[in-house]
């Protein structure tokens, strides 16, 4: 009978699980699908309202007219540079500081930790942070969207927990074989901390393709704009012209509607498709170094 009652109680708790789970989902993934469905669809469904999920007629037309100037490929290509040199940077300086931190023999280890977690609960503020990037001349540079947010005090703290894992005699062996620190760190210990990179890897990259704030604060120029400075003028502003130059694409081919949503799909499916590469570490990696301090 109580054999009964737990595969019983086991089916309703399996039931109720999927039944939210699946609701969730659906909450995550229609919003996303309406936005890629309209932007498919022709004027004619659009004008009508409502939720389009499915559209019956598909066309290219918002996409074309996104397309036909250089704006949108040009802010793309820079959005992808920003990301993948942001994210070696981000990488190696996070690697960088959080190798010795993790050595307990580290004169004033305990004031630098100290100093970094301030840093988590307080900033200078938006002036002082401008001041300091013109300071070193980086306005209107890419070097402003990279170099003010190469290291995170978080990521930091729990790389350096992770650190703290490998076996000390993995690094006694490498010295006794005359390994200096620099090749402990390249051939020892960041291979062996492969989930945990490519977590914060992805962690850093999605930050800096979505950089839009800092991007507007530094950048003068419109041709260094990345794809979220011009996916807001087109969806916050409801600009129906990007850029400057004038496009052939016939108007009766879309509505405002659609090159909002061809803009957020563009503007999104590139990072997204890194995702599926990194996946088999991300789970892991996101945990290791949260638990021991």
């Known amino acids: 009978m109580l054999a009964e009652d737990k595969n019983w109680s086991n089916r309703l708790f399996n039931t109720v699980n999927y039944s939210l789970?699946?609701?969730?989902?659906?909450?995550?993934?229609?919003?996303?699908v309406y936005i890629v469905s309209m932007s498919f669809a022709s004027p004619g469904e659009v004008a009508k309202g409502g939720l389009l999920l499915f559209p019956s007629k598909f066309t290219l037309g918002a996409y074309k007219y996104i397309f036909s100037t250089d704006t949108m490929v040009r802010s793309?290509?820079?959005?992808?540079?920003?990301?993948?040199?942001?994210?070696?940077?981000?990488?190696?300086?996070?690697?960088?500081?959080?190798y010795p931190l993790a050595k307990a023999t580290l004169r004033g280890r305990k004031t630098i930790l100290l100093m970094i977690l301030i840093t988590m609960l307080f900033s200078g503020g938006?002036?002082?942070?401008?001041f300091?990037?013109?300071?070193?001349?980086m306005i209107n540079t890419y070097w402003s969207l990279m170099i003010p947010t190469a290291i995170s005090a978080f990521n930091l703290i729990v790389l350096k927990n992770f650190f703290q894992q490998i076996p000390e005699s993995l690094v006694d062996s490498a010295k006794i074989d005359g390994c200096n620190d620099v090749g402990i760190l390249f051939r020892i210990i960041l291979p062996l901390s492969m989930p945990a990179m490519a977590t914060f890897g992805?962690?850093?990259?999605?930050?800096?393709?979505?950089?839009?704030?800092?991007?507007?604060?530094?950048?003068?120029?419109?041709?260094?704009?990345?794809?979220?400075?011009?996916?807001?003028?087109?969806?916050?502003?409801s600009q129906d012209q990007i850029g400057n130059t004038t496009s052939q694409?016939?108007?009766?081919?879309?509505?405002?509607?659609?090159i909002r949503m061809a803009s957020i799909v563009v503007a999104t499916v590139p990072i997204v498709l890194v995702y599926p590469f990194l996946q088999k570490h991300f789970a892991k990696g996101v945990l290791l170094g949260s638990v021991k301090g």
């Open 21 to 32: 789970l699946t609701l969730v989902s659906l909450i995550t993934i229609i919003p996303f």
């Open 76 to 98: 793309i290509l820079i959005s992808i540079y920003i990301t993948v040199f942001g994210t070696l940077i981000n990488l190696l300086l996070t690697s960088f500081t959080a």
């Open 126 to 130: 938006l002036i002082p942070t401008y």
């Open 132 to 137: 300091v990037v013109k300071a070193f001349g």
């Open 202 to 237: 992805l962690f850093y990259a999605v930050g800096h393709w979505n950089t839009f704030f800092n991007a507007v604060m530094y950048m003068n120029d419109a041709e260094k704009f990345p794809v979220q400075v011009i996916l807001r003028q087109i969806v916050l502003l």
């Open 249 to 258: 694409q016939d108007p009766t081919d879309f509505l405002p509607q659609t």
